[in-house]
């Protein structure tokens, strides 16, 4: 399981979300431009030392990560508040990598276009979104539940 993060623009949630793949064994993508550099002390704050632990490969463009996940031939499996299918209902596998969107914007047509799924955590109607970090552990909870891949990069 990976999990990768499309243009993400505050910098304590990427540090929580990097915190939280270094103690799950989860490798992590981002996809620039960031709204902020590595040096920005929100984001070390947030990742603190586990950012020393954690698989990180930084992704200049979305097409540049395309042509890495189409080598690798990895099904991407985006999270997004547009979904139709809860994602308690998909089957993960181990290799999928999971997709989060922009706080800001989330994602573009585009990007939404190349998912081979495009799943919902479903929450209360009349309310927007889940803090993006607050979602990728949700969903990492529900995909390593159903792999059993926890504990391992990759
Ligand atoms: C703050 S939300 C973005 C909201 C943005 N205005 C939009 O419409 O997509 C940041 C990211 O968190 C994830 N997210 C937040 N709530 C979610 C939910 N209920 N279901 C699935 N993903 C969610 C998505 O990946 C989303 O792109």
Redesign the pocket.
């Not at 999990?3 to 949630?13: G, K, S």
């Not at 799950?24 to 950012?51: C, K, N, Q, T, W």
């Given at each position: 399981m990976q999990i990768a993060l499309f243009q993400p623009d505050i910098p304590q949630n990427t540090g929580t979300i990097l915190r939280l793949c270094a103690c799950l064994g989860v490798a992590a993508h981002i996809i620039e431009p960031a709204g902020f550099p590595v040096s920005d002390r929100h984001f070390r704050r947030a990742g603190m030392d586990y950012l020393d632990q954690v698989t990180i490969m930084r992704h200049d463009s979305w097409s540049k990560f395309e042509q890495w996940r189409n080598i690798g031939g990895y099904r991407l499996i985006l999270?997004?508040?547009?979904?139709v299918s809860s994602?308690l209902d998909y089957r993960y596998s181990a290799a999928d990598i999971l997709l989060?969107?922009?706080?800001?914007?989330?994602?573009p047509d585009e990007v939404v276009a190349k998912a081979d799924a495009r799943?919902?955590?479903p929450?209360k109607p009349g309310l927007?979104?889940?803090?993006?970090a607050m979602?990728a552990a949700m969903a990492l909870g529900e995909a390593l539940r159903q792999t059993g891949s926890t504990g391992s990069q990759g």
């Amino acid at each position: 399981m990976q999990i990768a993060l499309f243009q993400p623009d505050i910098p304590q949630n990427t540090g929580t979300i990097l915190r939280l793949c270094a103690c799950l064994g989860v490798a992590a993508h981002i996809i620039e431009p960031a709204g902020f550099p590595v040096s920005d002390r929100h984001f070390r704050r947030a990742g603190m030392d586990y950012l020393d632990q954690v698989t990180i490969m930084r992704h200049d463009s979305w097409s540049k990560f395309e042509q890495w996940r189409n080598i690798g031939g990895y099904r991407l499996i985006l999270f997004t508040t547009k979904g139709v299918s809860s994602y308690l209902d998909y089957r993960y596998s181990a290799a999928d990598i999971l997709l989060f969107g922009r706080e800001s914007a989330g994602v573009p047509d585009e990007v939404v276009a190349k998912a081979d799924a495009r799943l919902v955590i479903p929450i209360k109607p009349g309310l927007r979104s889940l803090n993006v970090a607050m979602a990728a552990a949700m969903a990492l909870g529900e995909a390593l539940r159903q792999t059993g891949s926890t504990g391992s990069q990759g």
